[in-house]
């Protein structure tokens, strides 16, 4: 198993940036595809951004294109998500998962971390 554990949220206002670190322990991290989803007050969780083991291939949601970047650091175990022009309907927890199948598979995410908020302010 992989565990998964987020940081780098907060409140930030529109058009400002952030960026979300998901820190893996446990099993071989190059081993699986990791996804960021998100889930916003009221709304069930939908898929952000996906990077295949190798962080050569990626996939995002068509909200986020053009603003976020997923990137993978296998050496340090760790995977990213660079958000940029930021929007108030991008406030949700946003969550780091793992997955053994394909990337682009959103029900193949098993392993998932707590969780971080982000709140962009209009």
């Known amino acids: 198993q992989v565990q998964l554990v987020e940081s780098g949220g907060g409140l930030v206002q529109a058009g400002g940036s952030l960026r979300l670190s998901c820190a893996a322990s446990?099993?071989?991290?190059?081993?699986?595809?990791v996804g960021w989803f998100r889930q916003a007050p009221g709304k069930e969780r939908e898929f952000v951004a996906a990077?295949?083991?190798?962080?050569?291939?990626?996939h995002y949601t068509d909200s986020v294109k053009g603003r976020f970047t997923i990137s993978r650091d296998n050496a340090k175990n760790t995977v990213y998500l660079q958000m940029v022009s930021l929007k108030p309907e991008d406030t949700a927890v946003y969550y780091c998962?793992?997955?053994?199948?394909?990337?682009?598979?959103?029900?193949?995410?098993?392993?998932w971390g707590q969780g971080t908020q982000v709140t962009v302010s209009s």
């Open positions: 990077s295949s083991r190798s962080d050569v291939l990626t």
């Open positions: 446990g099993r071989t991290f190059s081993g699986y595809a």
């Open positions: 998962a793992a997955s053994v199948g394909y990337y682009r598979d959103r029900t193949s995410y098993a392993y």
